[in-house]
């Protein structure tokens, strides 16, 4: 599940665990009973983040490392 609600002492809290960017936008919260209704709304922006990794990841001057140890090897 992506989220999860919680419901204790009058106090209801949408807990939202992961987002994607299509779940961006206005999100309304309406609480109802026998006195009435009530909302509010809120903008939710969901950004991410790059799950691919393309720069080295090796300290400066040890790119092409890879490359020297085939060179040695040959």
């Given at each position: 599940h992506r989220y999860?609600?919680?419901h204790d002492f009058g106090i209801v809290i949408l807990d939202i665990l992961y987002c994607y960017e299509e779940n961006s936008g206005?999100?309304?919260c309406v609480a109802t009973n026998k006195l009435g209704r009530d909302s509010t709304k809120a903008m939710l922006k969901c950004t991410s983040k790059?799950?691919?990794i393309l720069d080295s990841q090796l300290p400066?001057?040890?790119e092409g490392g890879l490359e020297k140890?085939?060179?040695l090897e040959d």
């Open positions: 999860r609600t919680f206005e999100y309304e790059e799950n691919l400066r001057g040890m140890l085939q060179t």
